[in-house]
């Protein structure tokens, strides 16, 4: 089991653009869980998804959203993206309210 | 509102010496504290929970609710501990996980 996965490593955009970050949990996980963290600083809850249903949010704009699937991987969509928005997004799944397990990240950057 | 602070960003202590990573909280339910750690070039891993009550490569963890305290102590440091140490804190019957700053301990050979 590779446990948690995300796509892709880097990605950079332009201001105004959207993006799609993409995670698969570890495998028997079915809950999955986003977070943003900004250099410097510890990762922020952004929202949870369990059952394709978004399960509690964190204080984040609706430009932020996201999808779960039938096999429980999960997308996170940010649209009009802003120079703040820069930032590593980290994907954790757990097995309902169980230990979470963090991949590795997504590296956004906007210029 | 939750909320999570550790005082020291960075913490330097010699190989043998005692660590002492501080994290206080502000929840006024039942926390549920934990302290997650991230090596170099790896992910963030759950280090412990309060609610296991165990020690994890020798660090322990006790919650203090008069003090809202959750600090992490080992006894004798080793270089193989020299990371970035989180702690976190998920308010009983909620999801989100609301995360400290950071302290990167560094153990001085």
């Known amino acids: 089991d590779a446990g948690v996965t995300q796509s892709p490593t880097h990605l950079i955009k332009t201001r105004g653009q959207q993006v799609t970050l993409r995670c698969s949990p570890k495998?028997?996980?079915?809950?999955v869980s986003w977070y943003q963290q900004a250099l410097g600083q510890g990762p922020q809850f952004i929202f949870q998804?369990?059952?394709?249903?978004?399960?509690q949010r964190g204080n984040f704009p609706d430009r932020f959203s996201g999808h779960q699937f039938p096999n429980y991987s999960s997308e996170l969509n940010v649209n009009a993206l802003l120079l703040g928005d820069s930032a590593l997004y980290l994907c954790?799944?757990?097995?309902?309210?169980?230990?979470?397990?963090f991949g590795p990240g997504t590296r956004l950057t906007v210029t | 509102a939750q909320r999570v602070t550790q005082p020291e960003k960075l913490l330097s202590v010699f190989k043998g010496a005692p660590v002492e990573l501080k994290c206080n909280y502000s929840?006024?339910?039942?926390?549920?504290l934990f302290w997650y750690v991230q090596y170099s070039r790896q992910r963030l891993q759950l280090l412990l929970r309060?609610?296991s009550r165990e020690s994890i490569k020798g660090f322990t963890a006790d919650l203090n609710k008069g003090e809202t305290s959750f600090h992490l102590k080992k006894p004798f440091a080793q270089e193989e501990d020299s990371a970035m140490y989180y702690c976190?804190?998920?308010?009983?019957?909620?999801?989100?996980?609301?995360f400290g700053i950071g302290t990167k301990l560094q153990v001085i050979p």
């Open positions: 929840y006024s339910g039942s926390p549920e």
């Open positions: 954790a799944s757990s097995q309902s309210s169980y230990e979470q397990y």
């Open positions: 309060h609610i």
């Open positions: 495998s028997g996980h079915d809950t």
């Open positions: 976190a804190l998920k308010a009983g019957g909620y999801q989100k996980v609301t």
């Open positions: 998804y369990y059952e394709e249903e978004e399960r």
